[in-house]
Every structure is written in C-alpha cells, then in structure tokens.
Antibody, heavy 123, light 113 residues
C-alpha cells in the first residue's frame, strides 16, 4: 500500500537547522508531487511548499522562502525538508503528504500523509 | 488568519446531521479550484475524507458528503457517531500571489454531545 514514513522527533536550539525525511513506498516516487505541511501545537494546518520528485523543482510558500529547502533522493524514494534559522514559533509537527490528483499532476488533494515529525525549538 | 474560513466548532447529538462550511473568495474556490476535506483525529495525521468537492475515497462512509457552490463549500455528516469527533479541514488552491498555492481552512472541531 502507499505509505509515507517520516523521521523521528527533533529538538533544536534557536538559530539551528532541522532536516526531516519522508520515505515513500508502494508507488512510483518520481510520479507524484510531494507537499510539506506543518501544524503548530493546537493550531491548524499550514502549507510550506512542494517538490517535484522527478525534476527536483520546488515551489515554496512565500512565508518560508529563504528558510526552507526541499530536496529528494530518488534512489531511496525519500523526500527531505530542511528549515533553517529556527525560531520558537517553528515548534510544530511537520507532515509530508503526497499529491494524489494523478501522475505528474498538481492542484489536487493530499493522500496519504506521513505520520508527522515533531520539531521542538527551545533554548 | 486562514484564507479559507471555517467555523471554529460545531456540535451535534448522536444520529443528528451537522454541516461545516468553508468560505473562500474569487481567487480560490470561486476561481474554480476544487475543495477537499480532511479529518484529523486527536494525535494523528490528517486523513483524506472528500476530494474533488464531493467524492469519497474508498473506505469513507457515505454518511460524509461534500458540496461546492460559488465561493463556498460544505461538508455534511449525517447519522453522527461518537467516532466522528475530530477536527475537520478544508483545502483548496489560491492564485492571488505568484501561485497557485495551497490554502487550508482554519479547521473546525466537531463535538459529539
């Protein structure tokens, strides 16, 4: 079955960087865009951007431009999201989610989602 | 402040029907972008509930239905059950910036009385 498995929880100090991984299985990794979404404690969902695993092309939400980098390693079907210059308000659960509208397509829905990775930023 | 507006909370007794609205604008829902809905049970990742405005993935009970009209969309849940208590989010796209980019509603907490 289609599955996304993310890396474990992280604790970082303000100003540091964090890199979260998302390993895909059960489908052609390069055929579907991968999105990253975060959720601060008790808050709603916030889209961060997407990566095209085939080309490596990316599109970041304006709020995160300059601080986020999304990459992938097609040899191990894994997507990565790195966030730099961390602040306390970056404390959140970070999710990867596959674009499910179709092979090579965008502008659709997300399915499935990874289990989430808690990133805690604290001095 | 979310681009898509949802009521913070709704409630209903078991067996009742509830609806959750998702209000957008001419740059997102009104521009023709589809609306999708997710259910998030406490402590878990969001799960796809409705895609393409009104389509249910396999395994989602037909008690859940979605609709879209103009700049708004709605999720309806009939025959409310205790296990429906969760947070619900709508999602679409917006083209007001150098987009299109993904937008979510602020989420609605459903309480089953």
């Amino acid at each position: 079955q289609v599955q996304l498995v993310q890396s474990g929880a992280e604790v970082k100090k303000p100003g540091a960087s964090v890199k979260v991984s998302c390993k895909a299985s059960g489908y052609t990794f390069t055929g579907y865009y991968m999105h990253w979404v975060r959720q601060a404690p008790g808050q709603g969902l916030e889209w961060m951007g997407w990566i095209n695993p085939n080309s490596g092309g990316t599109n970041y939400a304006q709020k995160f431009q300059g601080r986020v980098t999304m990459t992938r390693d097609t040899s191990i079907s894994t997507a990565y999201m790195e966030l730099s210059r961390l602040r306390s308000d970056d404390t959140a659960v970070y999710y990867c989610a596959r674009e499910a509208s179709g092979f090579g397509e965008l502008l659709g829905w997300f399915d499935p989602w990874g289990q989430g990775t808690l990133v805690t930023v604290s001095s | 402040q979310s681009v898509l507006t949802q009521p913070p909370s709704v409630s209903g007794a078991p067996g009742q029907r509830v609806t959750i609205s998702c209000t957008g604008s001419s740059s997102n829902i009104g521009a023709g972008y589809d609306v999708h809905w997710y259910q998030q049970l406490p402590g878990t990742a969001p799960k796809l509930l409705i895609y393409g405005n009104s389509n249910r993935p396999s395994g989602v009970p037909d008690r859940f239905s979605g609709s879209k009209s103009g700049t708004s969309a709605s999720l309806a849940i009939t025959g409310l059950q205790a296990e429906d208590e969760a947070d619900y989010y709508c999602q679409s796209y917006d083209s007001s910036l150098s987009g299109p980019y993904v937008v979510f509603g602020g989420g609605t907490k459903l309480t089953v009385l």
